[in-house]
């Protein structure tokens, strides 16, 4: 883990929203920023299960991180059991692990990748075998958002306004960010570019996260309302948008917070650049459109009630969908670290995802 504190030091990130030590996996709980960092431990499968479903941690790559956490602590867990019994154990609790929230591919990438590394070692070596494959998609996960950091600032102009929605930080990934990591790269490129966040609602991923994850490394953002964003664009403040993924489907639609979509047309209508940063733990070449993407939606009170007051009347019916999916005919461009992809997807998502 202090090689991978390292790095990003060394990049000029100063969040990161995991720890490990002692063989207990810390997240920062991002449901109480900014006005608390407080670091919940978990120790057993089953807390890093909760920590998902109820957005402890958030964010495709940083989910997809803990799930491979919670396969090293269901191989400690598991470490009495006989040899088939523990193989058995782990297939069990990566299939529980991937049912915690249905969007981010990157979860069901990251047990699988678990699995393949451990099932065939020997009984003894699985614990450590885990924690090193563990440690080594963290690792990676950093790395790649450095490189797009840079392959996605060079896409910027040398000024202006990056429109972002949600939190696709350092705090949505092993600690740099996707399409913040674009902004981190446009800064080390000498560029002078300032955010414009959008709120989010109802969790407010952009007020509350990713306005306080620019601020801690003194990126210049500006926050505004989700309904702002036409506005903002038609009065030329924005020069490009970026944003992260949760699923990029085989063909080039994107799967990313609600309000994505809104945004995309609106860059459209005003012939200003999409582009999608995501690793390529994010392609999904086995869903083939964005039809077949798997759409989380949470519960009625996150849109009936506001901090807890209940701000419409009682008994209203909600809809809330969390993800929404952009066609590829908006997306300009899709920053992997692999190299920018563009239009069309399907050749260039399957050159990369077969390398
Ligand atoms: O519901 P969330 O906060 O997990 O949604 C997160 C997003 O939509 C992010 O934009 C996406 O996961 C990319 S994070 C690099």
Not at 81 to 99: C, I, P, Q
Not at 266 to 284: E, G, Q, W
Request: charged share 25%.
């Amino acid at each position: 883990m202090e090689k991978i504190l390292k790095i990003l030091q060394e990049a000029g990130s100063r969040v990161c929203p995991m720890r490990w030590e002692d063989g207990t996996y810390y997240l920062l709980d991002q449901r109480r920023l900014p006005r608390e960092e407080t670091w919940l431990p978990c120790r057993s499968v089953g807390d890093i299960f909760s920590a998902i479903r109820d957005m402890v941690v958030r964010g495709a790559p940083a989910i997809g991180i803990t799930a491979a956490f919670g396969m090293v602590l269901a191989a400690r867990e598991g470490a009495e059991k006989g040899h088939a019994d523990l193989r058995e154990f782990l297939v069990s609790r990566g299939s529980y692990l991937k049912d915690a929230r249905p969007t981010a591919v990157n979860l069901s990438w990251a047990v699988d990748r678990m699995l393949k590394a451990v099932l065939n070692e020997a009984h003894e070596d699985i614990p450590e075998r885990a924690e090193a494959e563990a440690l080594s998609i963290w690792e990676q996960d950093v790395r790649a958002n450095i490189k797009m950091g840079l392959l996605g600032g060079e896409l910027l102009p040398q000024s202006g306004g990056l429109l972002t929605h949600c939190n696709a930080g350092a705090l949505a990934t092993g600690g740099y960010g996707t399409a913040l990591g674009v902004a981190r790269g446009a800064r080390k490129l000498k560029k002078g570019i300032q955010v414009f966040a959008d709120e989010t609602r109802p969790w407010l991923q952009g007020a509350r996260l990713t306005a306080w994850e620019l601020i801690k490394d003194d990126i210049p953002v500006v926050l505004s309302v989700d309904n702002a964003s036409g506005y903002l664009m038609r009065t030329k403040k924005i020069s490009c948008v970026v944003v992260g993924a949760d699923r990029i489907a085989a063909n080039g639609d994107v799967a990313n917070k609600i309000g994505t979509y809104n945004v995309a047309v609106l860059a459209r209508a005003h012939d200003i650049p999409f582009y999608v940063a995501a690793p390529v733990s994010t392609l999904d070449p086995g869903t083939p459109a964005g039809r077949d993407i798997p759409i989380e939606e949470r519960d009625a009170e996150e849109i009936t009630r506001f901090a807890g007051i209940q701000t419409a009347p009682e008994g209203t019916k909600a809809v809330n969908p969390v993800f929404d999916i952009t066609p590829w005919e908006y997306v300009s461009a899709i920053i992997t670290e692999k190299g920018v992809l563009k239009s069309p997807y399907e050749a260039s998502i399957a050159s990369v995802v077969s390398e």
